[in-house]
């Protein structure tokens, strides 16, 4: 596991499945999808991942520019993720939390501090009451302050969990779904979402997850492409 671009190109996470507690972790094929669809709009952005499990995802987003804040309530994950903070000496550039993501959520609201982008990669195949977490957190984001007019939330869930098209003040924008990767079928048929938060709604926009779920808000001149199980897309807020 590596960061594909920017400023820490090259460097591995040594992520370990048996010592920090067996977790999907999203392949470099998904994350390079992921990543070339938000393109330049991460530079000098505030950038959220709720679920950082080996905290590779915003590694890269801060590698690309972004401003980080990452989330991680597993302890073995997080300690991981606060070594490599301490070795690559970015303890002072990037925020790092380790409290369940229904909690962490109103006291960054109580902030006043919104993200350009929310990344969205919850445990597939767990659930927050009756809802599956995507489901369940991409619906409760849609009710809050915690994006900026006009930014982008991504959601990257499994293929086999349908997200809506409109969502309260959001609608999708954009979906990749991501079946195959030379040869090999990606685990889950993994989709990611992009979509963007701003002033019209746009009848065109759509939701798209990956494998373990994925759903973005991006700017509505990037809607495009598809790709097999993750899926990108975004939604816009309601006029």
């Known amino acids: 596991m ?75 994950r997080n300690q991981l993720i606060a070594k490599l903070l301490r070795d690559w000496n970015l303890e002072s550039h990037i925020q790092l939390h380790a409290r369940p993501a229904q909690k962490l959520i109103p006291h960054l609201e109580s902030e006043n501090a919104p993200f350009d982008i929310i990344y969205l990669d919850p445990p597939y195949n767990e659930s927050l009451g009756e809802a599956p977490m995507a489901l369940a957190f991409l619906t409760h984001l849609s009710t809050t302050s915690l994006l900026t007019p006009t930014g982008t939330l991504v959601v990257q869930h499994t293929s086999h969990l349908s997200l809506p098209e409109t969502l309260h003040n959001l609608s999708l924008s954009r979906k990749k779904k991501i079946r195959r990767h030379n040869g090999h079928r990606i685990p889950n048929n993994q989709h990611i979402n992009l979509g963007r938060k701003g002033r019209n709604l746009r009848p065109s926009a759509s939701w798209g997850t990956e494998g373990g779920g994925s759903a973005a808000l991006c700017d509505p001149s990037r809607l495009t492409q598809n790709m097999d199980p993750p899926h990108l897309s975004g939604h816009l807020p309601k006029s």
């Open 2 to 76: 590596r960061i594909i671009s920017g400023t820490l190109k090259g460097r591995n996470i040594p992520f370990n499945n048996r010592k920090q507690g067996n977790a999907r972790v999203t392949s470099d094929f998904v994350k390079k999808a992921v990543f070339s669809s938000l393109g330049e709009a991460l530079l000098d952005r505030r950038f959220l991942d709720l679920f950082a499990c080996s905290g590779q995802i915003g590694l890269e987003a801060y590698s690309r520019g972004a401003q980080v804040m990452m989330n991680e309530p597993d302890r073995r």
